[in-house]
């Protein structure tokens, strides 16, 4: 399966962020919500997957002091066989946007890459959240490839490979130390942060600004919850 989705959101003249452009094929389907000023729109897998074959894209599009809260309902099952997905965000000048996608689990037979490109104006923020679940009960997880690349103003933020499903590598203490759940929200914002770590999460500060916080656990509840603790913390106040 070949699917694409396009979303676009911008300033009206009355100053609230509305969509201008939606555009989705099943699996990829975006759904609009009612949000005060902001833009609030709910990702939904419409059919099971990503399976072997697929290729799924998600562009993003956010004008100038727009604000877009995109929010996934429930979480992705990569099935088994080689699949790819790809989400793309072009964010403006002093816009604000939360990527938020529901946890991801990596089943036993799946092959999949993942790839996010997010291009920055100077004064402009996102905040994106990953809960990746290896494998499903008493199941050893598939393989699995993600690759992080933000800029901002021209310039590299983060530059970001992960790969699951390697036992040795995720047993390893620089790997995931043998927990089942990896937990990752980045905020790449222009602020400064400062390094912190605790049992089983860190916080690690970007050289260009913002941070990535990471949370290691055995469930997904726990490294959400954790999760959140963490960044509650951390975060300032452009939250939407």
Not at 95 to 100: G, P, Q, S
Not at 129 to 143: F, N, Q, Y
Not at 203 to 219: E, F, H, N
Request: some cysteine.
């Amino acid at each position: 399966m070949r699917a694409r989705a396009d979303l676009a959101v911008e300033v009206d003249r009355h100053g609230n962020t509305v969509v201008g452009t939606l555009r989705c094929q099943a699996p990829l389907t975006l759904v609009p919500a009612r949000a005060n000023g902001s833009a609030l729109v709910h990702l939904v897998a419409s059919a099971a997957g990503p399976l072997g074959g697929d290729d799924l894209a998600l562009t993003v599009r956010v004008g100038s002091g727009a604000r877009l809260r995109l929010v996934g309902v429930a979480a992705t099952v990569l099935l088994s066989g080689a699949s790819r997905s790809a989400v793309t965000f072009e964010i403006g000048a002093g816009a604000v946007v939360e990527y938020l996608p529901g946890p991801t689990v990596v089943t036993e037979r799946a092959e999949h890459e993942a790839s996010l490109v997010a291009t920055l104006a100077r004064d402009a923020r996102l905040r994106t959240r990953e809960v990746l679940v290896l494998g499903r009960a008493g199941e050893p997880p598939g393989r699995l490839d993600t690759r992080t690349s933000v800029t901002r103003d021209g310039r590299p933020v983060l530059r970001q490979r992960l790969l699951v499903g390697d036992p040795a590598l995720d047993r390893s203490l620089p790997g995931l130390a043998g927990r089942r759940v990896l937990a990752t929200e980045s905020d790449f914002s222009p602020d400064e942060a400062e390094a912190a770590s605790g049992q089983w999460w860190s916080r690690s500060p970007l050289a260009a600004g913002g941070s990535v916080v990471t949370v290691l656990a055995d469930d997904a509840a726990t490294a959400t919850r954790r999760l959140a603790e963490v960044a509650e913390k951390t975060s300032g106040d452009e939250s939407l």
